[in-house]
């Protein structure tokens, strides 16, 4: 892509860090079409899904879902859209998601273009490189508004107006469902984390470490409980909907990050030393690699999980924390001290119906239930800013002619339909990708437990090793990438 910017925004756009205070948008005499790039390999994931198809389900425009990759292939006409979107599920800070043919005529387009990006703690420079590339002109971000310039630093990203967004919604369709009673439910306490790169920094720690204090506690206070965090024991779907259900609680700590690799050098740094050295404590790591980076600037967010435990009327036991304003404690959760000192008062509210019903109840109808967090919300909160942002570009001559053109949904129309069977294409080779990923999870958790760590360890590193030597081939054959 040629360095220079085509269309760089012209203009700051005031920060808007309260979703629904956008201001009123201007009449328009027709809906806009709207391009919206996604991933379709991320759609198995239940939050990504609703993200995406809330956009074609509520917004008062037409939004045409394209897969980024299988438009790679098709060389879309992007002149006949009124905006483009790049959803989350692309990172859009390298070659691998938006290649350069589809990057170029990104950067060439006139009209509005929109950004919507998590995970704001990595590749920071690359990312502002190639917003200021393609001329984003609005960014969704999740991170709290404090750091928000803290992080989108470079100069020309004061020329980009900065909207504050959630990372997931009340999923609606659940809020509504039958449940089992309280006292009814198996389970009383259940967690499902991963435990995430040593780079990410001490606070996103804690979703680790929460899970393997707690079940030490609960062994004590005789709980039952369902908690792991090995990749293989993660659930997806209406099996994971069910798990929740059937949980009088769910433990939870807010997402995030205390560390920001803004030149993303640090990650492979960490990364390689860990495969080196699996059993190095988190200290280590955080002394060699964050030093006194680390905390400087902390994204903490809420989580999705906390909308579908609300919406489940399943008790939430949280770290304490602001979680994006939407939850209170002792309100709409039952606060646990870091350091589980108030373990014992935690427990007494778990085996108090009355009491635990109360939290529930709250949550429900105050979180689960506030149009505020529903995703007709954000989508309306969307709707507005694309709206502000057409009528600030419309000028261009080749907006006008976009306007001026008929066919231009039905050609889009049939564009995201033939996208969509690419993407299944691929679907069938990604399942199996997945099921070679549970597999490879499976044999590692079951080594871990049955085989003594002086004989498993060194199995361990041989099979990495093998893993990243046909990893290249395995993306060919599955996947289709190069």
């Excluded at 490189?129 to 001329?135: N, P, S, V």
């Excluded at 988190?282 to 435990?309: K, M, T, Y």
Aim: charged share 25%.
């Amino acid at each position: 892509m040629d360095r220079a910017m085509p269309n760089e925004p012209t203009a700051a756009a005031p920060d808007t860090p309260a979703m629904a205070d956008v201001g009123p948008s201007p009449a328009l005499p027709r809906p806009l079409d709207i391009v919206l790039f996604y991933e379709a390999a991320a759609m198995h994931t239940g939050t990504v899904r609703d993200h995406v198809t809330a956009f074609e389900r509520l917004s008062g425009h037409r939004v045409h879902t394209l897969d980024v990759r299988a438009a790679a292939e098709l060389a879309p006409d992007l002149t006949r859209a009124d905006a483009l979107v790049l959803h989350y599920s692309l990172v859009i800070a390298g070659d691998a998601y938006v290649r350069p043919s589809l990057a170029e005529a990104i950067a060439a387009f006139t009209g509005p273009k929109i950004l919507f990006i998590q995970d704001e703690y990595r590749w920071v420079d690359r990312t502002a490189e190639t917003i200021r590339l393609l001329g984003v002109h609005v960014v969704f971000t999740v991170v709290n508004e404090d750091v928000i310039r803290r992080i989108y630093r470079a100069p020309w990203l004061e020329k980009v107006r900065f909207e504050q967004t959630l990372t997931g919604f009340v999923p609606e369709d659940l809020v509504h469902r039958p449940v089992p009673a309280y006292t009814d439910r198996p389970i009383d306490v259940s967690y499902r984390a991963r435990r995430v790169p040593a780079w990410l920094g001490a606070f996103a720690q804690e979703k680790w470490w929460l899970g393997a204090r707690f079940r030490e506690d609960a062994r004590r206070h005789g709980l039952v409980c369902d908690i792991e965090t090995s990749e293989a024991s993660r659930i997806y779907g209406e099996r994971w909907i069910e798990f929740v259900a059937n949980s009088k609680a769910v433990l939870g700590s807010e997402s995030g990050a205390s560390f920001v690799d803004f030149a993303g050098d640090v990650q492979p740094l960490v990364e390689a030393f860990e495969r080196d050295h699996p059993d190095a404590p988190f200290e280590e790591v955080q002394h060699r690699f964050l030093g006194a980076r680390d905390g400087e600037i902390v994204i903490r967010v809420i989580s999705p999980r906390c909308f579908e435990a609300a919406a489940l009327r399943t008790l939430m036991i949280l770290y304490p924390g602001d979680y994006s304003g939407v939850l209170e404690p002792g309100r709409h959760y039952v606060p646990l001290a870091r350091d589980h000192s108030n373990m014992d008062e935690v427990v007494a509210i778990i085996r108090d119906p009355v009491r635990a019903s109360a939290v529930i109840e709250r949550a429900w109808q105050e979180v689960a239930q506030n149009p505020r967090w529903t995703f007709a919300s954000f989508i309306a909160h969307f709707d507005r800013v694309v709206e502000q942002e057409h009528a600030r570009l419309a000028a261009s001559p080749e907006q006008r002619a976009a306007d001026l053109d008929p066919s231009s949904p039905q050609v889009l129309a049939g564009l995201s339909r033939a996208a969509a069977d690419l993407a299944r294409n691929r679907s069938t080779r990604m399942g199996w990708t997945l099921r070679l990923m549970r597999a490879a999870g499976s044999a590692d958790a079951w080594g871990e437990r049955h085989v003594p760590a002086s004989v498993y360890r060194p199995l361990r590193r041989a099979g990495r090793l093998l893993v990243r030597a046909v990893k290249p081939l395995l993306k060919r054959l599955l996947l289709g990438r190069q």
